[in-house]
């Protein structure tokens, strides 16, 4: 009658040493739309794609600030995000008000990586249905880290997770190498071009389904949607017929602009 | 007429039968904490162009008998801090044990982000505040001395009610009255920090040290010093006061055996 019968709670093994809720966890991850973060000596990019449910909804939220040094992005079941981001937000003002010290990111990543394994060794606990993204900077420069249902954390240069988000993370290996050295615009066209790449056919980048954060050495983690993306999304993909035109035309407004 | 307020507005024993006092507090609070028992004199700390340096004796009182003289008021805290303590010395040890179990615990939890003076000083301050607030006061005067975030030289103080106070140079105790003229006369403020050589400073606080010795009855001759800067914390823990001249004793008239 069960085809599985090591799947109805998450804290037994299955004979072949598998935890299977935990392993739906992670497939709830895989539907979750698409989010890339790249780093590099200076700066943390989160960029991700935001669903609507329907023509006549908002779109549902992707990236969260958490405290001003840093945020998340997520990916899968954004009320579970909430709950591990709520979490988040009080241990980082806890740090703030009892050390007066921004909360390194690693630590608060242990943190919910703690969470998230007591869920798969305590019975009637269910795995979180979430990945998240974890990128700002504290007194060791820019950090990103991937957080997984599991209670898998690491430390990344580049990760994508989320729908189709291999294609995006071939695109970071191929570019790995320039991250480090990349510059702020630099590195969000990075990670947009990125997240780009995991999109279907028939959808496209626009200001109302993009989200960029932004973190950086002396720069407050700030999230950026709407019109605030315009920039960057006409400066990454308009540009490669932008780019003769702008350099050979040399006159009117954009004369003004190139000009000392 | 009964004029125990606790009978006031009492039903009649004469219609309802004897009281049942049995729910009120029969037993007074534990008032052993409320006042210092075992006391250590004064702290005495300095900053200098590239460091501070803070020093108190070795002796700990039982009232005005000279009980333990070899306790170690200065504590060094994870190679960039050291805490002095004035005042009651079990809370002191409390404290201590608070503050290794804070190292562990920090150690343990794999960040490079070591707590530097100014995020103690925090700590401390919530510490003893949270105590004073629930009537339970830790009975300490302490100074935290060390490098802030910036590397830069930090010294402040936090004493029992949780009050911080923070200057170039600081005295707990009967050094706030003696020792704390004497700092500001060479390191009148901020700007003088400067110009102000470890050698110096050193001298400073170890004439400091020799003042209280003469004019402090509940202190001693041996003494601890460090040293905090950039290349570490240089403790050292069996000094011992030198050159003293008590040549000044003898013109000293209105107490005593000789009242005039």
């Given amino acids: 009658m069960f085809r599985n019968n090591y799947d109805n709670d998450s804290i037994t093994f299955s004979p072949q040493g598998r935890i299977f809720q935990v392993e739906y966890a992670q497939e709830a991850v895989k539907q979750g739309s698409v989010v890339v973060g790249v780093v590099s000596k200076t700066h943390a990019v989160l960029a991700a794609i935001k669903r609507n449910a329907e023509d006549l909804s908002s779109y549902q939220k992707k990236i969260i600030p958490i405290d001003s040094h840093y945020g998340i992005a997520l990916a899968g079941l954004a009320s579970d995000a909430r709950v591990l981001s709520n979490f988040m937000k009080q241990q980082s003002l806890s740090s703030r008000l009892t050390y007066d010290r921004a909360i390194p990111i690693s630590e608060i990543t242990m943190r919910i990586a703690d969470r998230a394994q007591a869920n798969t060794q305590q019975y009637g606990k269910r795995p979180y249905g979430v990945g998240l993204l974890i990128a700002g900077v504290d007194q060791k420069g820019p950090h990103l880290f991937e957080f997984q249902p599991s209670g898998v954390t690491q430390e990344m240069i580049a990760c994508g997770i989320g729908a189709r988000s291999q294609m995006a993370r071939t695109y970071l290996e191929r570019h790995l190498d320039g991250f480090e050295g990349a510059s702020r615009e630099e590195l969000i066209k990075h990670a947009l071009r990125a997240l780009k790449e995991s999109l279907s056919q028939d959808k496209e980048l626009t200001v109302d389904n993009t989200s960029v954060g932004v973190g950086g050495i002396g720069e407050n983690f700030t999230l950026y949607e709407g019109q605030d993306v315009a920039g960057w999304l006409d400066a990454t993909f308009e540009n490669k017929e932008d780019a003769g035109e702008g350099e050979g035309q040399g006159e009117g407004g954009e004369a003004m602009e190139t000009d000392s | ?260």
């Fill in chain 2, 1 to 260: 007429m009964n004029h125990l307020p606790q009978a006031w507005g009492r039903p009649r024993d004469d219609v309802y039968g004897a009281y049942d006092h049995s729910h009120f507090q029969t037993q007074l609070p534990n008032q052993h904490t409320q006042s210092p028992i075992v006391t250590g004199t004064s702290v005495v700390a300095a900053k200098f162009k590239d460091g501070v340096v803070i020093a108190a004796d070795n002796l700990a009182s039982y009232g005005s008998l000279a009980r333990f003289t070899d306790v170690k008021r200065l504590r060094k805290f994870n190679d960039e801090v050291v805490v002095g303590f004035g005042g009651d010395v079990s809370d002191m040890q409390y404290l201590d044990r608070l503050l290794n179990s804070l190292d562990i615990r920090e150690n343990y939890s794999n960040n490079e982000n070591p707590l530097h003076a100014k995020n103690l000083h925090t700590y401390l301050a919530k510490v003893m505040y949270k105590r004073r607030s629930d009537f339970d006061p830790l009975w300490n005067h302490l100074l935290v001395t060390g490098l802030d975030g910036e590397k830069k030289p930090f010294l402040a103080s936090v004493d029992l009610l949780g009050t911080t106070f923070s200057s170039p140079t600081l005295a707990t105790g009967f050094g706030a009255h003696l020792a704390q003229p004497i700092l500001r006369r060479t390191i009148p403020d901020e700007d003088a920090v400067a110009n102000v050589s470890q050698e110096e400073a050193v001298k400073l606080v170890q004439e400091c040290m020799k003042v209280l010795f003469y004019r402090d009855a509940r202190s001693m001759d041996k003494y601890s010093i460090a040293v905090i800067t950039t290349s570490g914390v240089e403790l050292k823990q069996d000094e011992k006061l030198e050159n003293q001249s008590w040549a000044f004793a003898e013109r000293i008239r209105g107490y005593g055996t000789q009242v005039n």
